[in-house]
């Protein structure tokens, strides 16, 4: 082979590697790239999709728990909620047979909601401090457990005092 035909023979290849190299740099990469990004595009829409789907058939259910949950708000009107969670602190404590000492409310307002928090002292034995609480926690009232404290009023443990912090949810459009 003459020298001339393997020089260029040699500057071919180059120009083939070189386009080679640059075709994939510049057009395959990217388009497999954006190919890729827009198939996890799709998988993410079609599980969107499914999401909505299955919250459409779930409607009649949704709206059910939601009006429920708005049924079980406190009252719009400040006395009769406090009225309301004086009364139900009162039976908890009555059935579970705990001494309560006192509940302290205290009102948060947004212009969408408003929020009691409430401090509620109560004493008696653990077996009674702990079926207040479950009392507490099982009536369907818009109230959430914020924090609890136990401690002990004597060394064997039998004399025990709670503080609970409660908050009940009033939401602003309810009628009063």
């Given at each position: 082979m003459?020298t001339?035909n393997r020089q260029?023979?040699?500057v ?8 080679l ?10 388009l497999?790239s ?5 198939a996890l ?8 999709i499914a999401?909505?789907?299955a919250?459409?058939?779930n ?10 949950m708005?049924?079980?708000?406190l ?5 009769a909620a406090?009225?309301?969670?004086s009364?139900s602190?009162?039976d908890w404590?009555?059935?579970s047979?705990?001494?309560l000492?006192g ?8 212009d969408e909601?408003?929020?009691v ?6 004493s008696g034995?653990?077996?009674m ?6 009392d ?9 457990l914020e924090s609890v404290d136990?401690?002990s009023r004597?060394n ?5 005092t709670l503080?609970?912090q409660?908050?009940g949810?009033?939401l602003n459009?309810?009628?009063p």
């Amino acid at each position: 082979m003459k020298t001339g035909n393997r020089q260029q023979l040699l500057v071919v290849a180059t120009i083939v590697v070189v386009a080679l190299f640059a075709g994939d740099k510049l057009v395959y990469s990217p388009l497999k790239s954006l190919w890729q990004a827009r198939a996890l595009e799709i998988k993410r829409l079609h599980g969107d999709i499914a999401r909505g789907l299955a919250t459409i058939k779930n409607e009649q259910t949704i709206h059910g728990n939601w009006d429920q949950m708005k049924r079980n708000t406190l009252p719009n009107n400040q006395s009769a909620a406090l009225e309301k969670i004086s009364k139900s602190f009162h039976d908890w404590a009555e059935e579970s047979g705990a001494s309560l000492n006192g509940v302290t409310p205290q009102w948060k307002e947004t212009d969408e909601y408003k929020t009691v928090v409430c401090r509620v002292d109560a004493s008696g034995t653990l077996w009674m401090l702990c079926r207040f609480i479950y009392d507490v926690e099982k009536d369907p009232m818009g109230l959430k457990l914020e924090s609890v404290d136990f401690s002990s009023r004597d060394n064997t443990g039998q004399k025990m005092t709670l503080g609970l912090q409660v908050s009940g949810l009033v939401l602003n459009s309810q009628e009063p």
